[in-house]
């Protein structure tokens, strides 16, 4: 009988030594719950991504004759072709007016070749300081619809045009600059793209 009653608590022993395993291994409450992960925001001191710029798309033109309605019609057209030829030393210029600039306006025309919706020109001039808008129009002769501001001319002056397709794209001068003569050495033409 001793030994059963060894054996018992032995047994109870060895029972009580499992349990005290299982039970400190397993978690206490505040253990068991889930861990919610944190997340932070962006603090006011972190830049703000920059939207990317546009793509826009050059329109090849060519710089193909004036626009004359008040005059004789020419307006040193055969020198039309240097204000898209890509050499800023060459240009394009009107006729020289040594009094008051009396018409309405004179004009630089350019043929892109096909119908187009120009979104900006941007022209490059040795004489700055006269007045211009940009035209469209499907003939070169006319007529033509003003899709920019007027601005007055700076060494580089670009325009962002309205909406508006068409072929011909007319540089209108309505003021000359104090040599007399204005003069467009380079004018490029681009598209949204």
């Known amino acids: 009988m001793r030994t ?16 005290a395993i299982v039970f400190s291994g397993r978690p206490s409450d505040d253990a068991s719950r889930e861990t919610v992960p944190v997340t932070t925001t962006a603090s006011a001191n972190a830049p ?4 990317p710029k546009p793509k826009r798309v ?11 309605p008040d005059g004789d019609r020419a307006e040193n057209d055969s020198a039309a072709t240097l204000s898209t030829d890509g050499v800023f030393s060459t240009a ?11 018409k309405t306006g004179v004009g630089l025309v350019l043929d892109a070749g096909q119908p187009v919706e120009a979104t900006r020109v941007v022209v490059s001039t040795e004489t700055p300081g006269y007045m211009a ?5 499907s003939s070169p002769t006319g007529p033509f619809v003003s899709i920019s501001n ?6 580089r002056t670009t325009f962002v045009l309205k909406p508006r ?3 011909y794209v007319l540089l209108w001068i309505t003021s000359m600059p104090e040599e007399g003569a204005a003069a467009v050495n380079e004018i490029t033409v681009s598209a949204a793209g």
């Open 4 to 19: 059963r009653l060894v054996a018992g608590a032995a047994l109870v022993v060895l029972l009580g030594g499992f349990a």
């Open 48 to 51: 703000t991504p920059t939207p």
């Open 58 to 68: 050059r329109i090849p033109v060519k710089g193909i004759g004036a626009y004359d």
């Open 92 to 102: 394009w210029k009107s006729e020289r007016y040594r009094r008051s600039f009396t």
């Open 133 to 137: 808008d940009v035209r469209v129009g």
């Open 150 to 155: 007027e601005q007055s001319m700076r060494a």
């Open 165 to 167: 397709s068409g072929r």
